[in-house]
């Protein structure tokens, strides 16, 4: 088995050997193969003859490592430019120009607690007419709004006050009324 | 008071100076001499081959890159053993048949079918030459009547010009597969080219 491996072997390398032998040395079937072989060896060559031109590569090798560095260098800008980014959006935030100066929580209780002082519900008053009294606007635009807004709630108010004072008066017609329609006349 | 590193303080700098730069520096420049010397010896070969697997003259220069950026990728790795043409023959092998794995073409395809598939390019030929084209057609009808494991084991052959041995081991098969492939693909070659030609 070993030996038919090896007449084999020794066959096809004659016949497939880059040198052709024209001394006629090779058998009828190893002359058969080498036929077969070199008609493939003309056909090759005349659709691709630039077997034996080098080739031109393209771009400059470079190491794998230096690649990866440059990726992880990338990474690391963008995760800092993120981190910056989102700190910068919080600091606009927080100092956005024409939000309303409060003032501290302490002030703010003492007036809340006040104005519960204050408050006469049989009055009609209204504890949102406090509002502006705490709150500060450095906008032009946002103290308009704030006095319409009061303005709003004080007629609102002197409404309440007249439909109170003339509520007698429709209650006192409302009997007259019910007393005419219920006498025989 | 001497310290421990006296002994390479007093070296002398000549003698420092020659074992610091001869290790990293000079491996680098062998490396490039080496892949200069790869690529103008063995690059025809490899894009040879890959033309003849492919026969598309784009992919096969897209393959031949990449065998040269997988070899420099895996240069730390690479034990000179005397037949670097076979070791960027490897890998243009794999790379074909990881193209066609990825394809998901079945390798027994008749011609039509690849054909209609993957058409032969003709834009990327060279004008001008009609008798290359028309053995280029005269090729791929050729090759197409070979299995595809006879016609990996005589191109490698005929372009790495590798031992039997080597292309076994390329092909991942025992040696007398390799030898059994080779003799029926010269069988059949003769058949069609010598005693009825195309």
Known sequence: MSDELDRLQRQLERATASECSTDGSLDAETASLREGWVALGELLEAAEPSREQPLELREPLKPGRRTGRKVAGIVALAASLLVGVTLAGKWIRANRPGRPATRSDASLAEIVQADGEQFNPDAGQLETASLADWVDWDDPLDQQIASVAQEVVRIQQDWD????????????????????????? | MTTDFAPCRNKPWPSALKTIGETPLRRRADQNDRFATWAREHGGAVRGYLMAMVRRPDVADDLAQEVFCRAWQARGRYREQGN?????????????????????????????????IEPVSRAAEPSGAPIQAEAADRLAAALDRLSPVQRRVLLLRYYGELSFGEIAQIIDCPLNTALSHCRRGLIAMRKLLVESPL
């Open chain 1, 161 to 185: 006050q007249v439909d109170g004072a003339f509520g007698p008066l429709y209650s006192g017609l409302e009997e007259m009324a019910e007393e005419l329609d219920e006498s025989p006349l």
């Open chain 2, 84 to 116: 670097a043409r076979a070791y960027l023959l490897r890998i243009a092998d794999r790379l074909v048949c990881d193209r066609r794995r990825k394809a998901g073409r079945e390798l027994t395809l008749d011609e039509e079918a690849w054909k209609q």
